[in-house]
């Protein structure tokens, strides 16, 4: 009698990629993980189409600069006709491709890494881990195109709809996978003139990060930056945690940043930008925990939560990947959950002293 398997089977990769060293340097990666099997390699974006409806890849690598149509249209092509999880593994090199590595991901790219230059020694193992890990983790996100729809953001059982007494002084984000674009929607829906210092962190390779604050300063009427040490916090500027660098908030209204070791695995981490936000600003803080996987900025979210301050955490309903939000639901960190489009709308009210709709009934 046979045996049926139980075993998952390989998730299968389309790789897009011009240059033959780095097309088989990635082919190699996919080769060496079992999590993962190469479903073709291709030169062009052209390739790729054709490819995609026939193959049903369940991810993507997509580099950026490629001959004929790039990178950037090829995202928005198949996000429209076969959405697949894409991850862009793009150059450093050069503040374009960066912006436009910023504009896949606003197109519905799910991640963006580093190309590889080598993947001898233990360094290029880890690079070739990072990788494989990356698009095995993108592979099974669910990217199916929708409409957003509107919901009753105060009907969520057990979380709070009126604050008490909210004068808030600071506002803190943060979020992973499908940041970027969650970040432009509720900082986009904020005026110009808005009344609060803004800090984020945005799980993302090091060398993108500066391209990132460039990017989102061009879609958000705020002024937006990459901290520097020391630097003041000001009503109205949003500055982002650099790359490779915890962000906290000092207890004279600046910026701090250090180099200790990563929590939840990540560095910036957005628990530590939380709990000194919690830590100095208490009852009069605004935190946000937006898009992303695994739990980094839970425990923060919810100390700001004990020391009185008002929490939010993206809706499943918008949300690429619940994981974060999700988490601070579970463990009540999070006073509301809205979905994206209903955020800045809700600080708003919040800083308009405005009273909140009371909870509405538990079953749809």
């Known amino acids: 009698m046979s045996r049926v398997s139980t075993a998952e089977p390989p998730r299968r990769v389309l790789i897009v990629e011009d240059s033959a060293v780095l097309r088989h340097?990635?082919?190699?990666?996919?080769?060496?993980?079992?999590r993962l099997e190469l479903a073709e390699a291709v030169e062009t974006a052209e390739e790729a189409l054709r490819l995609v409806p026939r193959l049903r890849p369940d991810?993507?690598?997509m580099d950026i600069c490629l001959p004929g149509m790039d990178g950037l249209e090829a995202t928005r092509q198949i996000m429209?006709?076969?959405?697949?999880?894409?991850?862009?593994?793009?150059?450093?090199?050069?503040?374009?491709?960066?912006?436009?590595?910023?504009?896949?991901?606003?197109?519905?790219?799910?991640?963006?890494?580093?190309?590889?230059?080598?993947l001898s020694g233990a360094a290029g193992v880890a690079v070739a881990q990072g990788i494989a890990t990356q698009l095995y983790?993108?592979?099974?996100?669910?990217?199916?195109?929708?409409?957003?729809?509107?919901v009753d953001p105060f009907r969520h059982k057990g979380m709070w709809t009126r604050p008490l007494a909210i004068h808030p002084r600071i506002l803190a984000l943060a979020a992973s996978t499908?940041?970027?674009?969650?970040?432009?929607r509720v900082?986009?829906?904020l005026p110009a003139d808005f009344g609060l210092p803004v800090v984020l962190v945005q799980h993302m390779g090091a060398a993108f990060m500066e391209g990132f604050a460039q990017w989102l300063d061009q879609q958000v009427a705020l002024p937006v930056m990459l901290a520097r040490h020391g630097m003041a916090l000001e009503e109205g500027r949003v500055l982002v945690a650099p790359g490779n660098q915890h962000m906290s908030v000092g207890t004279r209204g600046e910026v701090v940043l250090h180099d200790g070791p990563p929590v939840q695995g990540q560095r910036p981490s957005?628990?530590?930008?939380?709990?000194?936000?919690?830590?100095?600003?208490?009852?009069?803080?605004?935190?946000?925990?937006?898009?992303?996987?695994?739990e980094d900025g839970v425990d923060g979210l919810g100390r700001i939560r004990a020391r009185g301050g008002y929490t939010i955490a993206e809706d499943r309903s918008t949300a690429v990947i619940h994981g974060m939000p999700g988490a601070a639901e579970r463990a009540g960190a999070a006073c509301i959950s809205l979905p994206v489009h209903e955020i800045a709308p809700h600080i708003l009210r919040i800083m308009a002293g405005s009273p909140l709709p009371s909870e509405g009934p538990s079953n749809p």
């Open 187 to 189: 900082l986009g829906d």
């Open 59 to 61: 991810v993507i690598s």
């Open 178 to 184: 499908g940041g970027p674009t969650a970040f432009a």
């Open 270 to 294: 957005a628990d530590v930008l939380f709990s000194s936000v919690a830590q100095v600003f208490g009852a009069d803080a605004l935190g946000v925990l937006l898009t992303g996987m695994g």
């Open 80 to 118: 429209a006709h076969f959405p697949t999880p894409i991850v862009i593994v793009s150059d450093t090199l050069g503040g374009q491709a960066t912006h436009v590595s910023m504009n896949a991901l606003r197109s519905g790219a799910l991640a963006v890494l580093e190309k590889p230059q080598g």
């Open 25 to 34: 340097l990635l082919m190699r990666v996919v080769a060496g993980d079992p």
């Open 137 to 150: 983790i993108m592979s099974q996100v669910p990217v199916i195109r929708r409409r957003l729809m509107k």
